[in-house]
């Protein structure tokens, strides 16, 4: 039986019985498609149709303050600034047509998901060097700062998340947290469950109301310290991004945490840089036992870029196709 895109990702987050996996496009850009067209690619070409793939569309509403500090608070009693910024009934940070696209998702067949909080780092305003060692200290020298501007972060996030779910039903929330480096998250798991999770409450609280039952996090870190606590929190899918997947590796986190956490991506995108026999390794190796388990879509870690020849690329898809279907 064949499913909609979005009957087959519902269905494989729930271990249910999808027809096949869910695939996901990675997110082609213009220059690369530039690039793959000088190498071959047809120059009417459209990649979805020349690969199985399931389309998925992500909700993002504005989620900074706006207007956004030119200098970000530095200690409780500035706070309020970032509570007047963070207004969910300001229209403009949902699209212009938002009624209109309302009505188009009432019949979808595709993925639809939600991005709903930007993270610890970026909530405390970290875009560079500069505040992130500011910020660092704060979270040493003041935690009760850092509490409270998550709290007010997550309550608006809440309230978003609300007004959202009120007119759409969605697949799938997305938590983003670029948390650390490739070598370890930068915060201890305590300190991430008394600033960030613990404020994630609320917005949890909405998402259990509504009904959505695939809660991701979404990482471009090494985060595998936290997993212990984003589970106790009701998170249950891992999206590593652009990370060390050694240390990252979903068939090692499955025999540790089993099925209690689902899977989007895995696939080291920089063995797409390297000849057909790597990225054959690379496939085999992860994908397979991933797919048997259930609760997985598989899916390059990365954003594919242009110095990935085209020919690699279409080895790749080609590769991941069979196993799929297989």
């Not at 220059?31 to 149709?49: F, I, S, T, Y």
């Not at 303050?65 to 940070?93: A, C, F, G, M, V």
């Not at 212990?228 to 009701?234: C, M, N, R, T, V």
């Not at 594919?304 to 020919?311: E, G, L, Q, T």
Request: contains cysteine; aromatic residues 10%.
């Amino acid at each position: 039986m064949h499913m909609s895109s979005r009957r087959r990702f519902n269905e494989a987050m729930l271990y249910g019985a999808p027809d096949r996996a869910p695939y996901f496009e990675e997110g082609i850009r213009d220059d690369v498609l530039k690039a793959w067209r000088q190498q071959g690619l047809p120059p009417e070409a459209n990649l979805a149709d020349m690969f199985t793939t399931d389309q998925r569309e992500e909700i993002r509403p504005v989620l900074e303050p706006r207007p956004y500090p030119k200098r970000w608070p530095t200690q409780q009693s500035e706070l309020d600034i970032l509570r007047e910024r963070l207004d969910p009934n300001d229209p403009d940070r949902l699209p212009k047509d938002w009624s209109q696209q309302v009505r188009g998702w009432q019949n979808r067949d595709h993925t639809l998901m939600l991005r709903i909080h930007r993270g610890l780092f970026q909530t405390l305003g970290i875009m560079d060097w500069r505040r992130f060692a500011e910020v660092m200290y704060l979270l040493v020298d003041d935690p009760d700062y850092a509490r409270e501007a998550m709290a007010i972060q997550a309550e608006f996030a809440a309230q978003m998340a609300e007004r959202i779910l009120r007119d759409v039903q969605v697949d799938a929330v997305v938590f983003s947290e670029p948390i650390g480096g490739t070598e370890n998250a930068l915060v201890s798991p305590k300190m991430y469950e008394t600033l960030a999770l613990t404020s994630y409450e609320p917005i949890l609280a909405v998402l259990g109301q509504h009904g959505v039952e695939t809660i991701i996090f979404r990482t471009y870190a090494n985060a595998r310290v936290l997993i212990p606590s984003i589970l106790k929190w009701g998170f249950n899918c891992l999206w590593a991004c652009e990370v060390n997947l050694a240390a990252m590796d979903y068939g090692d986190l499955r025999r540790e945490f089993g099925r209690d956490l689902r899977f989007i991506g895995g696939i080291d995108v920089d063995v797409l840089r390297q000849d057909e026999a790597a990225i054959q390794r690379e496939v085999e190796a992860k994908v397979p036992a991933l797919l048997a388990d259930g609760g997985y879509a598989p899916l390059a870690d990365g954003r594919v870029r242009a110095d990935v020849p085209f020919s690699n690329y279409v080895y790749y898809r080609q590769i991941l196709q069979q196993i799929i279907a297989g």
